[in-house]
C-alpha cells in the first residue's frame, strides 16, 4: 500500500507555498497560517489514526478503512481550500486589470474552476481506491 497521506500532505504544502509567494505580509500569516495548520493537522492525525489501528503492523484493508474514512474528507476540505487559494488569487489579479481583460480572466478563473472540481473528483477516486476495497 502506498503511502498516499504523505503524497498528499507533500503536494499540498508545495502547491500551497507556491500559491503564497508575491501576497503581502498579512495575507501571507493568515492564508499561510490556516494552509499551514490544516496541514498539519492532516499528517499528525493521519498518523495517529494509523497507529490506533494498526496500519503500520498489519496493512491489510481492516486497518486501512479508518485511515481512510479520515484522509478521504481531509483530501475534500485540503482540496478545496487549495482552490480557493488559487481563486483567491487569480480574482486579486484581474480586479487591477481593465474591464474586458476582468472579465476574460474571471472567466478563465471560472473554466480552471471547472477543470480543477473535474480532475478532483477523478483522483478523489483513486484515493478512495487506494483505502477501500470496492471489490468484493
Known amino acids: 500500500m502506498c503511502p498516499i497521506d504523505f503524497i498528499l500532505f507533500a503536494l499540498f504544502t508545495v502547491i500551497g507555498s507556491f500559491l503564497i509567494i508575491g501576497m503581502n505580509h498579512k495575507e501571507k500569516k493568515w492564508i499561510g497560517g490556516i494552509g499551514g495548520l490544516l496541514a498539519l493537522i492532516f499528517i499528525v492525525v493521519s498518523q495517529i489514526i494509523k497507529f490506533q489501528s494498526g496500519f503500520f503492523g498489519a496493512r491489510s484493508f481492516e486497518a486501512s478503512e479508518p485511515v481512510g474514512q479520515w484522509?478521504?474528507?481531509?483530501?475534500?476540505?485540503?482540496?478545496?481550500?487549495?482552490?480557493g487559494m488559487i481563486n483567491y488569487r487569480w480574482l486579486k489579479a484581474?480586479?487591477?486589470?481593465?474591464?474586458?481583460?476582468?472579465?476574460?480572466?474571471?472567466?478563465?478563473?471560472?473554466?480552471?474552476?471547472f477543470i480543477y472540481l473535474w480532475f478532483g473528483g477523478l483522483v478523489l477516486f483513486?484515493?478512495?481506491?487506494?483505502y477501500f476495497p470496492f471489490a468484493p
Open 126 to 130: 483513486v484515493v478512495a481506491f487506494t
Open 94 to 113: 484581474a480586479w487591477k486589470k481593465q474591464s474586458w481583460l476582468r472579465w476574460a480572466l474571471i472567466s478563465l478563473d471560472i473554466l480552471f474552476s
Open 71 to 83: 484522509v478521504v474528507p481531509c483530501f475534500i476540505v485540503l482540496g478545496l481550500y487549495l482552490l
